[in-house]
């Protein structure tokens, strides 16, 4: 899990320095021996959404400490409804939202499913720790 928080942290370093340095990325690509004329929007712009896809898929799906079925169906139901929701919302903005900036909403829906199913989770895996402590604090 901590590689995937580490690549996605990049990804996000990635989306600053893609927003508020791209000139002086343009000027080191347009120079530069190996990567000669690359535009930098659009290096940048791949290193983030690459990076974000996988870190987000790194945090989803490592490896929990006590790997059960209980843990497992609970993957399964967080995987379940973070569809639901992503398509959910998929449909709003399908209605509500027209022209070139749909294209950000296609974009962005590919990292919402994994966004929902880490919450969703990892909420579930923490009401469960807590409901075991109670549970041993009563007895």
């Given at each position: 899990m901590i590689p995937g928080v580490i690549i996605f942290i990049i990804g996000v370093g990635a989306h600053f320095i893609n927003q508020s340095a791209a000139d002086p990325m343009s000027a080191f690509f347009k120079n530069h021996p190996v990567f000669p004329g690359i535009d930098a929007h659009v290096l940048a712009d791949d290193?983030?959404?690459?990076?974000?896809?996988i870190g987000l898929l790194l945090v989803a799906f490592s490896k929990e400490?006590?790997?059960d079925e209980q843990i497992g169906?609970?993957?399964?139901d967080?995987?379940?409804?973070?569809?639901?929701?992503?398509?959910?919302?998929f449909i709003i903005c399908t209605i509500f939202i027209?022209?070139?900036?749909?294209?950000?909403v296609i974009a962005y829906n590919v990292l919402t499913p994994l966004l929902f199913f880490i919450?969703?989770?990892?909420?579930?895996?923490?009401?469960l720790?807590?409901?075991v402590v109670k549970e041993e604090m009563a007895s």
């Amino acid at each position: 899990m901590i590689p995937g928080v580490i690549i996605f942290i990049i990804g996000v370093g990635a989306h600053f320095i893609n927003q508020s340095a791209a000139d002086p990325m343009s000027a080191f690509f347009k120079n530069h021996p190996v990567f000669p004329g690359i535009d930098a929007h659009v290096l940048a712009d791949d290193i983030e959404y690459l990076s974000l896809v996988i870190g987000l898929l790194l945090v989803a799906f490592s490896k929990e400490k006590i790997e059960d079925e209980q843990i497992g169906q609970l993957r399964s139901d967080s995987l379940q409804w973070a569809i639901y929701v992503n398509y959910g919302i998929f449909i709003i903005c399908t209605i509500f939202i027209n022209g070139s900036d749909y294209w950000g909403v296609i974009a962005y829906n590919v990292l919402t499913p994994l966004l929902f199913f880490i919450i969703r989770f990892r909420w579930k895996i923490y009401l469960l720790n807590r409901a075991v402590v109670k549970e041993e604090m009563a007895s």
